[in-house]
């Protein structure tokens, strides 16, 4: 297995069982950026392409609900890679008791931080009273938030919403920030709009609720001893830069991310953390293959990991021809690194990432040591 990351890292690690853990202070560095929690997107295949990408870039689980891990349904979710650190392993829930068997086994498994659901609107999340309608009880989640910091070490963190329904964000939102923040938690991921629970899919409670990010900014006014972190509709590495640039501690990026990764991460280092170089697109992909030959051989599908790489050459020469490629190919059975391979010859390597779409110039951010 490759090293991981974080031995070329000179801050202090921890080991848990036998895999890296990262100190809770470069984790907290590394949510400068970070990749947002995407159910059925950021599995642990996803997440190793996004690695390559960046190597201090924290990356977020999907969602996984406490309950179903607490009934050993949903270990499996806990699979991930150690080179794949600094990770966070994000929770839904409202049961402290639950959440923290489930965050003890997070830790145990080797996150490297515990995050607390309180975003998602979907039915599926409402009915098992999670997600976004915990902005309505802002003392349950503190009671929660108690719980999971009182069974683990690994730092506990909140992502959640600016308010939901007819709630007026202006108020609620510092009142949920004062509560949680009560019992020890430090570090929010506001996603700066609404959700309507009801009327609205979550793919609309993503769009049509509008983004308020100047209440994110009053927050950190407000709370200047709390980390926040900005999250929804950033789309671009260098409005991330704007808002760190503005003061606030951390942006988190979604679709973005996953839709076009190389824009977003491939300068994230040099950029956003003020080390390492740019990553070129084509030899991530190559940097790819024995992850896949390695997967491939365990019995696992091509496409489980292709699904994830059909961004990576968006909006350069190639990019359509690369994900025909890996569309069209692998599903078939006996699919295996040589179709990347093929999909990648067409690529001639001295197109670099800056040729010929060249990303504006951008003055690293300084970083906060
Ligand atoms: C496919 C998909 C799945 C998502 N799943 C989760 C989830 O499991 N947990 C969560 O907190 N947010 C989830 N979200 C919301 C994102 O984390 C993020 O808050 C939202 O997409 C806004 O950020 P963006 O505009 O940068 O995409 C999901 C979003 C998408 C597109």
Not at 323 to 334: F, M, N, Q
Request: net charge neutral; with cysteine; charged share 25%.
């Amino acid at each position: 297995m490759d090293k991981p990351f974080c031995n070329k890292q000179t801050d202090k690690m921890v080991v848990s069982r036998s895999e890296f853990k990262f100190a809770p202070n470069r984790v907290c560095k590394a949510s400068r950026l970070s990749v947002a929690p995407m159910m059925d997107w950021t599995d642990r295949h996803c997440r190793y392409l996004h690695r390559m990408l960046s190597r201090e870039t924290l990356l977020y689980t999907e969602m996984v609900p406490a309950p179903a891990l607490v009934r050993g349904d949903a270990v499996h979710l806990l699979d991930h890679s150690p080179e794949e650190h600094p990770t966070a392993l994000q929770l839904g829930g409202s049961d402290p008791s639950e959440l923290a068997a489930a965050a003890r086994l997070g830790e145990m498994a080797g996150y490297d931080e515990i995050n607390l659901n309180v975003g998602c609107p979907s039915d599926r999340v409402q009915s098992g009273r999670f997600g976004a309608v915990l902005m309505k009880t802002p003392e349950l989640v503190a009671e929660c938030a108690l719980a999971m910091r009182e069974a683990v070490s690994v730092e506990v963190t909140v992502k959640c919403r600016i308010g939901v329904d007819t709630q007026e964000p202006q108020e609620t939102l510092p009142e949920f920030l004062s509560q949680v923040s009560a019992v020890g938690v430090e570090r929010f991921v506001i996603h700066a709009r609404k959700a309507w629970l009801e009327g609205l899919s979550p793919k609309e409670n993503r769009n049509i609720p509008s983004l308020d990010y100047s209440l994110v900014r009053a927050m950190k006014r407000l709370f200047p001893g709390l980390h926040l972190s900005v999250n929804g509709g950033i789309t671009e590495l260098e409005k991330a830069k704007a808002f760190l640039d503005s003061g606030l501690d951390g942006v988190m990026i979604g679709r973005a991310a996953y839709h076009t990764p190389a824009d977003i991460l491939a300068a994230a280092d040099p950029l956003i953390f003020g080390c390492g170089a740019r990553r070129d697109p084509v030899q991530v992909a190559t940097d790819m293959l024995p992850y896949i030959e390695r997967h491939v051989s365990d019995g696992g599908k091509l496409s489980q990991i292709t699904r994830h790489m059909l961004g990576l050459f968006a909006g350069r020469p190639g990019a359509r021809q690369w994900r025909r490629v890996l569309s069209k190919g692998a599903h078939r059975p006996g699919a295996g690194p040589e179709l990347v391979q093929r999909a990648l010859r067409q690529f001639d390597t001295t197109i670099g990432f800056n040729d010929p779409i060249a990303p504006v110039e951008l003055v690293p951010s300084p970083v906060p040591r």
